[in-house]
């Protein structure tokens, strides 16, 4: 949704020499059917972060009508396990990285699996920016019922150390995200 990221998409695509269409659509409401062979949605990429379940609900909904009906669906989500075994505050050091975002956790619920809190940043252009959040966590089991409600056939959830994504990593504990791939 951010046109500032669009737009360095679109200059490393084109400092690399790819042709590649980028597109700006909320991934609740997507224009596509059975276009494409591969989603990959890494970083959460929208979900789990909708504010609803019903709406990363309709995240799922929306990836799986754009895809073919043999094609693969890629994604990272929070891992339900982490936040019950460790701090997400510790995990983010509380304090600011390399991007410029500040995370401080108000408070995890355990009912809704949901952590609230607050992400101070700044973006490229130097404007400042203070996001009251709520970011859902999942649980393995719950991620496989989703998906096989939506049609998939064989869903695969491994362990994801952030930006080092393997099949080989099995999910743990200490995983703050899981690698889901699954095929409809």
């Known amino acids: 949704m951010s046109e500032a990221q669009l737009k360095k998409a679109r200059e490393k695509a084109e400092m690399s020499g790819l042709k590649i269409d980028f597109f700006k659509h909320d991934a609740r409401n997507l224009p596509f059917e059975n276009q494409f062979d591969a989603a ?3 970083c959460e990429g929208g979900f789990p972060l909708m504010e609803t379940d019903e709406m990363n609900y309709q995240i799922l909904e929306n990836v799986t009508k754009s895809l073919k009906a043999s094609a693969k669906f890629i994604f990272t989500t929070l891992n339900g396990f982490f936040p019950i075994f460790h701090s ?3 995990f ?5 990285n390399e991007e410029g975002a ?3 956790s108000n408070r995890f619920d355990l009912m809704t699996m949901r952590d609230y809190n607050l992400i101070t940043f700044t973006d490229d252009d130097g404007n400042e920016y203070e996001l009251e959040c709520n970011e859902r966590y999942y649980m393995p089991s719950e991620i496989n019922w989703l998906l096989k409600s939506l049609g998939f ?3 695969e ?3 994801a150390k ?3 994504y393997s099949r080989e990593d099995r999910l743990t504990t200490e995983d703050f995200e899981m690698l889901v791939v699954a095929e409809k």
Do not use: S, V
Not at 92 to 96: A, Q, R, V
């Open 153 to 155: 056939k064989k869903i």
């Open 92 to 96: 983010h050091e509380k304090g600011t």
């Open 88 to 90: 997400i505050d510790d």
């Open 102 to 104: 500040c995370y401080n």
């Open 40 to 42: 990959i949605m890494l």
């Open 157 to 159: 959830i491994f362990g």
């Open 162 to 164: 952030l930006g080092a």
